[in-house]
Nanobody, 121 residues
Framework: QVHLTESGGGLVQTGGSLTLSCTAS????????MGWYRQAPGKQRELVASISDRGRANYADSVKGRFTISGDFDKSTVHLQMNSLEPEDTAVYYC???????????????WGQGTQVTVSS
């Protein structure tokens, strides 16, 4: 019903930049929040940044001042600009969307398949 397509991961050196993009397609009726989570080997998945349909952004303390999230909810798209990348940012990054697929439906979370970000020292 809903599919999240991610792009933009890759390998970068310390101090470099990457931009992740994600688009939700399918039965997207009411998109509430989009965001990015990440999971490093041996660690739990954690929130990196999210943005609401009203433009309110939320960031993990570890990325404040380095990462910027932006959204185009008319296009069901979110971007994550990542600057000053550090080896500690290495992880699989997952796109998340909280949305309804019908007017009378319940909002639920959908996930992308993940994109690898590797920062070399």
């Amino acid at each position: 019903q809903v599919h999240l397509t991610e792009s933009g991961g890759g390998l970068v050196q310390t101090g470099g930049s990457l931009t992740l993009s994600c688009t939700a397609s399918g039965r997207v009726f009411d998109l509430n929040v989009m965001g990015w989570y990440r999971q490093a080997p041996g660690k739990q998945r954690e929130l990196v940044a999210s943005i609401s349909d009203r433009g309110r952004a939320n960031y993990a303390d570890s990325v404040k001042g380095r990462f910027t999230i932006s959204g185009d909810f008319d296009k069901s798209t979110v971007h994550l600009q990542m600057n000053s990348l550090e080896p500690e940012d290495t992880a699989v990054y997952y796109c998340n969307a909280n949305l309804r697929v019908a007017k009378w439906g319940i909002s639920r979370d959908y996930w992308g398949q993940g994109t690898q970000v590797t920062v070399s020292s």
